[in-house]
């Protein structure tokens, strides 16, 4: 056993599936950060790596894997994401050579140059979205940080506005239950449902595009081509997917939670109503302090160990993204939110081959929505409705989040 104290939490009870980790994970991400080098969770057949270095070192690490199918039979990892599939993942899951042919393919329009150039658009999107507020008490997620994201890579994709509705309806199903060790059947029922009909949906816009090419990211993706290599018909739904509903439910947390973090601590919000300049940094602590994204997989290419406890090749291996954010080696006072933190360097797009391709678009969105929301609403605050944290596996968002203005 390597773990000091044998009475950590595992299984369910490290995920958002269970209240006090939904409340707050950090307390019990510190609690076994605290105990042990690398916690090992046999319930649920996984190795979960909470300290700082050790995560980025196994992020940044070219070897390990990422496709499950590379895992053990019966492994946490092989068995949530699908390793008994013969089906090519998607880029997120993919491994060597063909992650980083697909990536060269993509990456070029989410560089942050190219990115940059979506700005007045975005900010075009977040103004019309809240000039469709119009009561003085509203629930932010609902009417405010679910819909930019989604509105945000439609109009980039070039889907017409009519969908868009539809768009996050289906986004928000199809990922509900892909981190979920313990999926309702219902729910995979209605995820399958709504993969197909975004599936179907792209298939009909590939195609308009593919006879009238335009000036959106969709055409842009079936223009690109590294030396004669294109992406197949498969492959640009698949990435029209990842983008939609990757950076649909992680954006819309980061504005949700970076909000939050604001109206928690007053005096930092009037920082920032003070100093607008400080929203860049701001977000970057954001990231830091509440991440979207609470923690990433690798399968081990050899035997391996972390701190001196070994680990087996094709074993599973968590990153807490959200412990190494935490992490008072690294950062001082970690459970102080502070927007004016001089190195708010973080774990939360990942790092390495599999760094978050939209890492770039995601802070340009949480920058202008953001700022326009507290610059629109400077008395903004807590309603006595309170909030509802959301039950996504590996995420942490909510699912209502009530403010007065």
């Known amino acids: 056993m390597n773990d000091l104290d044998t009475d950590l939490p595992k299984g369910i009870a ?3 599936l269970d209240e006090r980790y939904r409340s707050n994970p950090y307390i019990i991400l510190d609690r076994i950060r605290r105990a042990t080098p690398l916690h090992h969770d046999d ?5 979960i790596a909470t300290h700082h270095d050790d995560v980025k070192s196994i992020l940044r690490d070219k070897d390990v894997w990422s496709d499950p199918r590379k895992g053990k039979q019966g492994s946490f990892i092989y068995e949530l994401l699908g390793g008994a599939n013969d089906e090519e993942p998607s880029m997120l899951l993919m491994d ?4 980083k042919r697909l990536r060269s393919l993509v990456s070029k329009p989410f560089m942050p140059s190219a990115v940059e150039k979506w700005r007045p658009r975005t900010r075009q999107v977040v103004t019309r979205i809240l000039d469709g507020i119009n009561e003085s008490e509203f629930d932010l997620i609902k009417d405010f940080a679910n819909t930019i994201p989604t509105v945000v890579i439609a109009e980039l994709l070039g889907i017409d506005a009519s969908h868009h509705d539809n768009f996050k309806i289906w986004s928000d ?3 509900k239950t892909a981190f979920s060790p313990f999926p309702d059947p219902n729910d ?3 995820a399958e449902i709504a993969q197909q009909k975004l599936d179907d949906f792209f298939l009909k816009e590939i195609e308009v ?3 009238n090419l335009g000036d959106d990211l969709l055409s842009e993706l079936i223009r690109a081509e590294e030396e004669g290599d294109k992406l197949s018909q498969a492959e640009l739904v698949l990435q029209c997917n990842l983008m939609l509903i990757a950076g649909n439910v992680t954006t819309t947390d980061l504005i949700g939670n970076g909000i939050k973090a604001l109206l928690d601590n007053p005096q930092q919000l009037q920082l920032l109503k003070d100093d607008p300049s400080l929203i860049k940094n701001a977000v970057e602590e954001m990231l830091r302090f509440d991440s979207p994204v609470l923690n990433s997989a690798r399968i081990p290419n050899r035997d391996m160990d972390v701190q001196g ?3 087996g090749t094709g074993e599973s291996l968590i990153v807490s993204l959200a412990s190494a954010n935490r992490d008072p080696n690294v950062y001082p006072d970690p459970d102080t939110f502070d927007i004016k933190r001089e190195d708010t360097h973080h774990q939360s797009f990942g790092g390495g081959r599999h760094i978050c391709l939209g890492a770039h678009l995601a ?4 920058q202008e929505a953001i700022l326009a929301i507290i610059t629109r609403y400077p008395d903004i605050k807590h309603s006595q409705k309170g909030f509802v944290r959301a039950t996504v596996p590996s995420f942490r968002g909510m699912e209502s989040f009530w403010v007065t203005t």
């Open 96 to 99: 060597e050579p063909n992650h």
């Open 173 to 175: 199903q199809s990922v």
């Open 188 to 190: 995979l029922k209605v």
């Open 14 to 16: 490290l995920t958002v």
């Open 43 to 47: 319930e649920l057949n996984q190795h």
């Open 309 to 311: 406890c070994p680990i």
């Open 209 to 211: 595009r593919r006879k």
């Open 363 to 366: 802070r340009l969105e949480a």
